[in-house]
């Protein structure tokens, strides 16, 4: 049994800042990429930031210089430091990892059970 366990989220002024953190449990062989999504209500969800193992991230337009991902492969954990947040923001934050368990033969995607962020004034 694999779990992926978000925490952060809450409500944050316009041009404020929050930390996400994200932590894997379980039978975990090895995690490759970690990212984070997010869903508005009426919205499909979407990409907002993914790393790879090594390290390498991808962010999406509307985040760029805005939100770091970071990992922590000892910890199994993943992080997404928000910065500068505007209104359009607002949404639930869902973590996802692709990874191994032990005795699988190829790895999956897992996700977490969101985190609400909510940029108001």
């Known amino acids: 049994q694999v779990q992926l366990v978000e925490s952060g989220g809450g409500l944050v002024q316009p041009g404020g800042s929050l930390r996400l953190s994200c932590a894997a449990s379980g039978s975990i062989f090895r995690i490759y990429d970690m990212g984070w999504y997010r869903q508005a209500p009426g919205k499909q969800r979407e990409l907002v930031a993914t790393?790879?193992?090594?390290?390498?991230?991808r962010y999406a337009d509307s985040v760029k210089d805005r939100f770091t991902i970071s990992r922590d492969n000892a910890k199994n954990a993943v992080y997404l430091q928000m910065n500068s947040l505007k209104p359009e923001d607002t949404a639930i934050y869902y973590c996802?990892?692709?990874?191994?368990?032990?005795?699988?033969?190829?790895?999956?995607?897992?996700w977490g059970q969101g985190t609400q962020v909510t940029v108001s004034s």
């Open positions: 790393i790879t193992r090594d390290g390498t991230t």
């Open positions: 996802n990892g692709n990874l191994r368990v032990l005795m699988a033969e190829r790895a999956y995607d897992y």
